[in-house]
């Protein structure tokens, strides 16, 4: 069962969690007793891609069947990635790099969200409408339309920051196919957008509103379980994949390095090590906006500083909604004081977290931060050293851990590959010193291509002189009358 981290009074299925997306309270679900659910690791890391899948989110979601488990895993991944591994795993210098954007949008959130409709999907009762509101600082907002278009009974709404993504990200969002989608610019940052949806999901009378109409409310960020979820395989998959390589043996530990923004992958990377995966530790590697590293330091979150925008504008956020769930966790599931540091975060902007929990906390978890410059530097080195290109946020994670020795007892580094470079081209091209018009996308990429020898990802090259349907551009104040639009508006069926 599943319930808030503010309150546990509410205990839900994992159906009904995956629906509602966020708790009344404002809360994150999770699920206690993790440690009843671990694996054989033997025998989840004998099966493929596909068949961990099966049993992660058999195991997390018991109350799915495991034929639906079965039909959403191959509706997920059946043919929607251009790897066959899915997430492959490739050596580079002394680490390996996991590459997680081979799918549909070339970003690392397609494996979630190729999967949570499916989820949705069997979960929904006939007849119900579910508006997904989803907010993005790049990525998953166009991963979440590519899974969530054209799906019966549901329908999504993307808030984006207005100017606060590539061209590319923006352009994949408002090209956007479907007739249940509706994306539109907000006037501020990641935090302003997400702040904004986290508001409508505790807005009664606006549920009350939309009840009316037969809709309810639900979420696509990882602040959602079943977004979140998905993620632990590729944690799994990633050391099966260096077993089948003969590169570790059974039961060795490895390390993770995750670029991090809204905490959710890398929580996924702990959860996995909840449930068995022998990991040494968990690298949180953070751009300019570097309040993570500040919080590992010290034991305070505070989100009082500057926003940076950034070349990794995925990760441009200062409210990383995850960390909730790891105090609530590492706190010993003392839903009371994650509510009173909430409600610190929600007046202060800022809370600390105590000391015992942080000293817990550090024996898992390091954390460090590059600016855009060493994240330039690091492209063009990494390019120098081992002929691989890097998109920037995957920078950043290859940055820190180079400035970090892999920890004692840490037989492998996995590096998280969260996007393709061909996302970022103007920036990549710019930190390789190629020539091209930064104010042209597709220039940008048909000069990577020409310098690097590589493709860019086919849907990425079709954006070119594809229709924009979108330019809405609002204030966050307005976002409540634009969802209760968008839910009149949507084609439902
Ligand atoms: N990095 C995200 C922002 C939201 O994170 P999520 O994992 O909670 O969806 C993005 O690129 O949109």
Not at 338 to 345: A, F, H, P, R
Not at 368 to 387: M, P, V
Not at 468 to 473: L, Y
Request: glycine share 8%; net charge negative.
């Amino acid at each position: 069962m599943y319930h808030s981290t503010r309150s546990v009074t509410e205990q839900l299925t994992a159906k009904s969690a995956v629906l509602a997306g966020i708790a009344p309270d404002g809360g994150l679900y999770v699920t206690d007793d993790l440690s009843e659910l671990r694996f054989d690791l033997s025998d989840i890391t004998s099966k493929d891609f596909r068949g961990i899948a099966r049993q992660v989110l058999g195991r997390l979601f018991d109350d799915y069947a495991d034929e639906e488990i079965a039909e959403c895993v191959d509706a997920a991944y059946g043919s929607t990635f251009d790897s066959p591994a899915v997430t492959p795993l490739v050596p580079v210098g002394d680490d390996y790099v996991l590459e997680l954007f081979h799918g549909p949008t070339s970003a690392f959130k397609d494996v979630a969200l190729q999967m949570l409709p499916q989820l949705m999907s069997h979960a929904r009762r006939d007849g119900e409408r579910i508006m997904i509101l989803t907010a993005t600082s790049g990525d998953t907002g166009k991963a979440a339309l590519a899974g969530f278009a054209d799906t019966p009974g549901l329908g999504i709404a993307v808030f984006y920051p207005q100017g606060g993504t590539s061209d590319i990200q923006r352009l994949q969002m408002t090209t956007q196919e479907g007739g249940n989608v509706s994306v539109c610019a907000i006037e501020g940052n990641f935090d302003d957008a997400q702040s904004g949806v986290k508001k409508l999901f505790v807005d009664t009378a606006l549920h009350d509103e939309l009840a009316d109409a037969g809709v309810r409310l639900s979420s696509a960020n990882s602040i959602n379980i079943g977004r979140l979820a998905p993620q632990i395989t590729y944690y799994f998959d990633a050391y099966a994949q260096l077993l089948r390589a003969g590169a570790i043996e059974l039961g060795d530990e490895v390390e993770f390095c995750v670029p991090t923004g809204n905490f959710g992958d890398v929580l996924a990377g702990w959860y996995a090590r909840e449930l068995g995966l022998p990991v040494a530790r968990f690298i949180v590697a953070s751009n300019a906006n570097d309040v993570l590293t500040d919080f590992f330091a010290t034991g305070a979150y505070d989100r009082n500083r500057p926003f940076f925008r950034t070349i990794s504008p995925s990760m441009d956020i200062l409210i990383s909604s995850n960390l909730e769930r790891l105090i609530y966790y590492m706190g010993g599931g003392d839903a009371a004081y994650v509510n009173g540091l909430m409600e610190d975060l929600a007046r202060d902007g800022r809370y600390e977290v105590r000391p015992d929990i942080m000293d817990a906390i550090r024996t898992l978890f390091a954390a460090g931060s590059a600016d855009d410059d060493a994240t330039r530097a690091e492209i063009a080195a990494c390019r120098d050293e081992h002929g691989y290109v890097l998109d920037p946020h995957t920078a950043v994670a290859v940055r820190v851990a180079r400035d970090l020795p892999r920890t004692t007892g840490a037989k492998a580094r996995i590096i998280l590959a969260t996007a393709s470079p061909y996302k970022f081209a103007a920036d990549v091209c710019e930190a390789l010193d190629i020539r091209a018009d930064a104010a042209a996308p597709f220039d940008c990429m048909r000069a990577l291509e020409d310098a690097t020898g590589t493709a860019a990802p086919r849907p990425l090259s079709a954006l070119e002189g594809a229709t924009e349907r979108f330019d809405d551009g609002i204030a966050p104040e307005q976002m409540r009358a634009y969802v209760v639009r968008a839910c009149k508006e949507a084609t439902w069926e």
